[in-house]
């Protein structure tokens, strides 16, 4: 296993929901072990290490991982709480807690302050919106959206936006809507998970034009086409790339590894793995 300093960008245990493998005999668990063999898992039941916190935390500790950040979602197939994920993070120093909002769902006003709550009170460092997976399913620069990316930008925090292949349509995952965000609001840090693959050269053109967009394609860097986020970062985006495991989706230590075999340039490593996201984060360590 690595020795250097990892921050996982994206992280969920498995006891947290159905969709990561909570439940043995299920189809959503039987969907886990398939997605894990997708994208070059070498034991595609490893996550069932995680099925309770005891676990999930030994693995990050036994994996010698800094920090790993749990993610919350706020989708009308999966939502978890903001106060579940600080309730998650809140004791343990090597958890970092990214919270979650559907403004479709809270409506403007209602989302606007549950956002700040989210970041002042329970001390949260981003917000999370999944607009590909809404109802409606909308694009990332759905008008919705913005007071909630202005608010962010307020506050000094970054937005995550997920997106990928697994949308119920690749008419909502197009970068191009990357790009407006990061024009109206170039303040605004916009984390950019699961690479926006398949669309890995138009957001690497995006994250190109805007310095403000940043990249975590976690498992599909090992998807075909994903050697580009490796000679993004080698080049001109080295401070633009960021380690994610996408656990339970793939392993924390297998990645993390894999991750050193890509063929990023020395020094680079280092930025993807743990520098970029301390500062992107704001994180003390």
């Known amino acids: 296993m690595a020795t250097k300093k990892v921050i996982d960008m994206r992280s969920r245990p498995a006891f947290l929901h159905d969709f990561y493998g909570k439940t043995p005999g299920t189809p959503d668990f039987e969907v886990v072990k398939w997605l894990n063999g997708r994208v070059g898992s070498k034991h595609v039941e490893h996550f069932t290490r995680s099925s309770t916190f005891e676990g999930y935390l030994r693995e990050i500790k036994d994996t010698r991982i800094t920090a790993s950040v749990i993610v919350g979602r706020d ?70 959206l913005y007071p909630i990316y202005d608010a962010c930008s307020q506050l000094g925090v970054p937005v995550t936006i997920m997106s990928g292949p697994t949308a119920p349509s690749l008419d909502m995952v197009n970068p191009t809507a990357v790009g407006h965000v990061a024009r109206a609001f ?46 993004a970062a080698n080049g001109c985006m080295r401070n633009q790339i960021l380690f994610g495991s996408s656990y339970p989706f793939r ?35």
């Open 186 to 231: 170039p303040k605004l840090q916009i984390i950019c998970y699961h690479g926006f693959y398949p669309f890995v050269n138009e957001i690497i053109g995006v994250a190109f034009r805007w310095e403000n967009v940043f990249i975590v394609p976690d498992m599909y860097i090992f998807a075909p086409g994903g050697g580009l986020y490796v000679e």
């Open 75 to 144: 989708t009308p197939a999966i939502k978890h709480s903001n106060d579940e994920i600080h309730d998650i993070v809140r004791r343990h120093s090597e958890l970092v807690g990214v919270g979650s909002i559907d403004p479709h769902r809270w409506g403007v006003k209602a989302a606007l302050v549950e956002v700040e709550r989210a970041i002042k009170v329970l001390g949260l460092k981003a917000i999370n919106v999944e607009p590909g997976f809404g109802s409606p399913p909308a694009r990332a620069d759905d008008p919705m």
């Open 251 to 285: 392993p924390m230590a297998q990645s993390i590894n894999d991750y050193r075999m890509l063929g990023f340039k020395d020094g680079v490593i280092d930025d993807v793995m743990y520098g970029n996201a301390k500062r992107v984060l704001s994180l003390a360590s």
